[in-house]
């Protein structure tokens, strides 16, 4: 009803078209080669390190939504409610999604407000922040129902004048499932009924809204292991340690860091471009693999980028797997750790079904959380094949791409771009920069 009521309209997203990525330009009306998020995740070269799912805003560079608004209009009030890269943005209300790290190891749910005093409000009204439905195995509806809830509390008890809310519910089952399944179509209709009370708030408000996605999800059949190819022929480098294999990034001539259908490929000598190229220019289910030029063409050309970048077939997508033999694969590629892996892995969203004792497992793990006890809940496969849905190029169909909505009648018409978002929003409040 709100496109029906409202308009509506194709969005051309950015490559990559993920999280991270798309929504930087959505807030800075920048391309990634301007804001520097090329990704989810990337290769710190200065650490030596690949690290995912950062949270500093400072990593993000241009000219953000709020600073643009607040020169048209002093005191323009903004909540970031679990958009990305949320830690010390110029937002004035902040909720973003910060497990607790204890000393003896364990990570507890829980999240992390501006200002302080926010967290124990939001706690005490609504529980602890549900981490482990936010993704995991557990991922589902009750996320993102604490983060609809959250944002018509502070709504209702803040009255900013912009709120940013940012619900994942679609992320899980059309990635495990596939965008034609029925648990797909049911997952769309929950997220329905959950947005439902805060669209009608909205509406008492006399607010303006606008509902995007950063991407479409389309049906893939087959994941590619692009660092098993690079490995095999002797560019990738591990370490090993108790009989685990570590990707050792520091001596690697060259390794990947995937990302759903994009992969970031990272060349340490430029002796080894070509050798690189060789190795990947034959794999299957890569469809372009992006150098200098080709990073340019679409926006990617950023000192963050690998020297190449792979881009998978419609019906592909990129596994962060390195080792050779499952039997030497690191603890972490059981668990969900999205933070020591190298790379994205969907597979988390799955309990492992070959392992016919792993509901067992995941219970003595939780009964020994619960006892206060450090564990491990090694549940997730080592086999990538049960994804059926993934994103992260651009679409062959704008049928299969992201949509903007927006409760003003013709207020978009005919494609946006993910570029021009951030001015359309401005354009919306009436604030003309």
């Known amino acids: 009803s709100l496109a029906e009521d409202g308009s509506r309209a194709e969005l051309g997203t950015v490559l990559p ?203 893939v059949s087959r994941s590619v292991d692009i660092n098993r190819a690079l490995r095999r022929v002797g560019l990738l480098e591990v370490h090993t340690q108790d009989g685990m294999e570590y990707l050792d990034p520091m001596a690697s001539r060259a390794f990947a860091v995937a990302d759903h259908q994009i992969a970031h490929v990272y060349v340490r000598r430029p002796e080894d471009l070509d050798a690189a190229r060789e190795a990947l220019n034959g794999l299957a289910g890569i469809d372009q693999l992006l150098d200098d030029e080709g990073k340019k063409e679409y926006g990617l050309d950023h000192p963050r980028s690998g020297e190449l970048v792979a881009v998978a077939e419609a019906d592909a997508w990129f596994t962060y797997y390195y080792w050779l033999d499952d039997a030497r694969a690191p603890d972490f590629a059981q668990l969900v750790e999205i933070h020591r892996k190298p790379g994205y892995d969907p597979v988390e969203l799955f309990m492992d079904p070959l392992d016919p004792y792993v509901k067992l497992k995941a219970a003595k793990a939780l009964a020994r959380k619960k006892l206060g006890m450090r564990y491990r809940m090694a549940v997730v496969p080592l086999d990538a094949s049960p994804i059926r849905g993934s994103h992260g190029r651009l679409p062959d169909d704008p049928n299969d791409g992201p949509l903007i909505l927006c409760s003003t009648p013709r207020a978009v018409t005919g494609p946006i771009r993910a570029t021009d978002v951030k001015s359309l929003l401005l354009q919306l409040a009436g604030l003309h920069c």
């Open 17 to 219: 078209a993920v999280t991270c990525a798309a929504q930087s330009t959505f807030l800075t009306g920048a391309p990634p080669a301007e804001h520097g998020i090329v990704g989810n995740g990337w290769y710190f070269r200065e650490l030596g390190d690949v690290l995912l799912w950062r949270q500093h805003n400072g990593l993000v560079s241009g000219d953000k939504l709020w600073d643009a608004a607040r020169r048209a209009h002093p005191g323009y009030t903004v909540a970031n409610i679990c958009w990305w890269y949320a830690m010390g943005a110029d937002t004035d209300i902040t909720v973003t999604p910060r497990p607790v790290y204890y000393a003896d190891g364990r990570k507890e749910p829980d999240c992390y407000t501006r200002p302080p005093a926010l967290h124990d409000e939001l706690t005490d009204k609504l529980g602890t922040f549900p981490l482990f439905h936010f993704w995991g195995p557990g991922a589902d509806i009750v996320s993102s129902q604490w983060i609809v809830d959250a944002t018509r509390h502070i709504i209702d008890t803040r009255h900013p004048d912009l709120a940013l809310c940012y619900l994942p519910h679609l992320d899980y089952d059309l990635q495990r499932y596939g965008p034609d399944d029925p648990r797909s179509h049911q997952a769309a209709t929950d997220l329905d009924q959950a947005l439902a009370p805060l669209l009608d708030d909205a509406h008492r408000e006399r607010r303006t809204v606008v509902a995007l996605s950063e991407y479409g999800i389309t049906k």
